[in-house]
């Protein structure tokens, strides 16, 4: 007797967490692309509008030259509210 098994019959449970886990990383690399994006837009404000906003120039190009691995939303308010605290 041969019993002949599909491997994607296997583990059934295990398909739609890799399905959603691909999901979510891709949905989490998307949204890094796009914040980095709009850090590099802040670059075309003048010293004055970045200031309005708690950003320093040298904020978002610390920011930005610190690497892709680094989301620019989480960096930038980190230092907007450092600066803010301070006074």
Known sequence: MTIHVDARDCHPATEPSRKARFS????????????????????DLDDHM????????????????????????GSLGRLARRRKRRG
């Open 24 to 43: 979510e990383i891709l949905g989490r690399v998307i949204e890094h692309w796009r914040n980095r994006r709009t850090a590099r837009r802040l670059m």
């Open 50 to 73: 970045l200031a309005d906003i708690g950003v320093l120039r040298g904020d978002v190009l610390q920011t930005l030259g610190s690497g892709g691995e680094v989301d620019p939303n």
